[in-house]
Nanobody
């Protein structure tokens, strides 16, 4: 059974940093693309970042480009989202999602397994 679990959320001041982690079970993790999505109150869930199975290819939403970095450690079955220069508009529940294929995608409908989400609140 594939499980995906996020951690690392919390409250941070504007301009601060957080690192989210996503641990995924399953022997095929190293051949899976992974993505981060977020959902703010009253809004639809949106794409944030994604990474291919090798980590050699990544993609970011324009709103986070230059501030967020996605990376992965296949030996630990973990993907990370380093978030710097956080803004109040980054406040949302952040979800990790896993595909059964090797390349990333921006469409949430193309992800097969999802975590429960972790809350990130950016506020002074």
């Amino acid at each position: 059974q594939v499980q995906v679990e996020e951690s690392g959320g919390g409250l941070v001041q504007p301009g601060g940093s957080l690192r989210l982690s996503c641990a995924a079970s399953g022997r095929t993790f190293s051949r899976s693309a992974l993505g981060w999505f977020r959902q703010a109150p009253g809004k639809e869930r949106e794409f944030v970042a994604a990474i291919s199975w090798t980590g050699g290819s990544t993609d970011y939403a324009d709103s986070v480009k230059g501030r967020f970095t996605i990376s992965r450690d296949n030996a630990r079955n973990t993907v990370y989202l380093q978030m710097n220069s956080l803004k109040p508009e980054d406040t949302a529940v952040y979800y990790c999602a896993r595909r059964v294929t090797t390349h990333w995608d921006r469409g949430e409908e193309n992800y097969d397994y999802w975590g429960q989400g972790t809350q990130v609140t950016v506020s002074s």
